[in-house]
């Protein structure tokens, strides 16, 4: 996304009375977020929801966040393609089983085509001039200088956020790179497929496919075989999301009795990675739990309404709604509480035999689902690093990745990978939290079955309750949809 000096004062200038506004306010105490976040954390959140509240087509939002704005500086790019197996009716076979068999039989979707999928290999060039031209080369050419700067076997297979309708590899090139740099290693970062246009699971098809391309490379890509527990799924937002649920797709297949998967020619055993490590998942897409509200004013983005319609809905294009319509940008209604789709609602039993996982997150709308999601995976028996952080919004630590907390971030978070793919991560469970504005950093630890106070009854019914209000608009919707069309054909 643009981030130039001009397109930075378009985005402040009409905004600077809430900005002195805001900032007065904090300095004496006097708002809500005075408490747990400084002038200009509370700021950027406000000026950033501002932003966010401001409704486009979709068209235009997705053109406007997948814009790449060019490689140049110590970030190294090679791009790749994953190219269309000859199994493809095999690897969709295996999804729809997958779903089947977490699902309750009433969930609907639509099957996906298997296309290519698009991928950047990213590193780090220490030493490199921060406007240094990207050379003119052949991309296998950019991975053999990639692979130069990297001295540490970590690849983190990384799935960008966005709400699964935006943003991009090229979007997040910074954070890539950078978890690259602090790993001596390298990012495979995914160009998965977008909703609307391609809803659920057209992006886990697409996760899989990477996931097997790093294990056994198509003919045609750069790379060697990369071994399983060298490999770490991460993510933030969206794309946390989609990390965790590959992870679940992996366990309910082998859970089904698969060992294999045939990719390419290839028999591909079902190896589970080394760890998964997201930052600020998004695992209830209904957004049902109560910090959606409670943590609103320390976020940027705005809670939905009682019945799930987002205030920041595009405005109606030839991409949204669809035809026929349905409640949800991502999924159908009928797919809201089901793990693939929202993680959350995974019983402990079906998260046993999972990797070691890590999570940060902030005091932000997601921070109950976020929460309940690590105690209900230590529950199910895995291990769980757990990093919460005082007054921070959502993904803080990319917005502000300069700030103390976000720096303690990101190191926490390249530890986790770079330790769990050289066999040495955490042996139990923890969960921490960092308090706010304390210098040195002041760290609490809590019992990781007491992070949240909410049941999973009361987890469960909240979900259920959302979707129900999702179905009941995404039927209304259809009604319509087909009256109008009786009516054009009249």
């Keep these: 996304m643009d981030d130039s000096p001009t397109a930075i004062l378009r985005v402040v200038l009409p905004r600077l009375p809430l900005i002195l506004k805001t900032a007065l306010f904090n300095a004496l105490s006097l708002s809500k977020n005075s408490s747990r976040q400084d002038v200009t954390t509370e700021v950027a959140v406000v000026v950033l929801r501002s932003v966010l509240q401001v409704r486009k087509p979709m068209r235009v939002l997705q053109k406007t966040t997948t814009r790449d704005p060019g490689i140049k500086g110590p970030i190294l790019i090679a791009k790749v393609s994953v190219p269309i197996s000859q199994e493809g009716d095999v690897l969709k076979d295996l999804l729809n089983r997958a779903i089947k068999e977490l699902g309750n039989g009433s969930e609907t979707y639509t099957p996906p085509e298997l296309t290519e999928v698009q991928a950047e290999w990213t590193g780090y060039k220490v030493g490199a001039a921060k406007n240094e ?9 950019h991975y053999r200088i990639l692979m130069g700067s990297v001295s ?38 995914v160009r998965y497929r977008l909703a609307p246009q391609y809803p659920f699971p057209a992006q886990l098809l697409d996760a899989l496919m990477s996931y097997l391309s790093l294990l056994s490379p198509p003919p045609g890509m750069p790379h060697e075989p990369v071994a399983a527990h060298n490999i770490v799924f991460a993510g933030d937002s969206a794309g946390g999301n989609l990390a965790i649920a590959l992870l679940q797709l992996l366990l309910t297949l082998r859970r089904m009795g698969m060992t ?34 409670n943590n609103a004013h320390f976020d940027y983005l705005d809670p939905p309404s009682a019945v799930g319609i ?57 921070e ?34 300069t700030a103390a907390m976000a720096k303690d971030c990101f190191q926490r978070w390249a530890k986790f990978c770079s330790d769990v793919s050289r066999g040495s991560g955490p042996s139990s469970s923890r969960a921490i939290w960092s308090e706010a504005f304390a210098n040195p950093p002041k760290f609490r630890e809590l019992e990781m079955d007491n992070i949240s106070k909410l049941t999973d009854s009361d987890v469960l019914d909240s979900m259920k309750e959302r979707q129900n209000y999702g179905i ?19």
């Design 310 to 366: 987002s205030k920041a809905e595009p405005t109606p294009d030839d991409l949204w709604p669809t035809s026929p319509p349905r409640a949800e940008i991502f999924c159908n209604a009928s797919m809201l509480v089901h793990p693939l789709t929202s993680p959350l609602s995974a019983a402990p039993e079906l998260l046993k035999g999972m990797p070691p996982v890590f999570m940060c997150l902030g005091n932000e709308g997601l």
């Design 260 to 293: 294999t998967i045939t990719f390419h020619g290839v028999e591909v055993p079902i190896h589970l990675p080394a760890g998964v490590a997201v930052n600020s998942p998004w695992v209830d897409i209904g957004r049902s739990m109560p910090s959606i509200n």
């Design 472 to 490: 009941e608009r995404e039927q209304d919707a259809v009604k319509r949809w087909n009256e109008h069309r009786s009516r054009a054909k009249l």
């Design 152 to 189: 540490s076997p970590t690849t983190i297979l990384y799935f960008h956020g966005g709400a699964y309708f935006l943003l991009d590899p090229a979007s997040h090139r910074k954070t890539t790179s950078y978890l690259a740099k602090l790993t001596g290693g390298r990012c495979y970062s």
């Design 133 to 141: 031209p990207r050379p003119d080369l052949a991309e296998e050419d």
């Design 368 to 401: 109950d689902e976020i929460t309940i999601l690590a105690r209900r995976m230590h529950q199910g028996g895995g291990t769980v690093s757990f990093m919460g952080y005082e007054g921070m919004p959502h993904c803080f630590a990319m917005v502000f990745p």
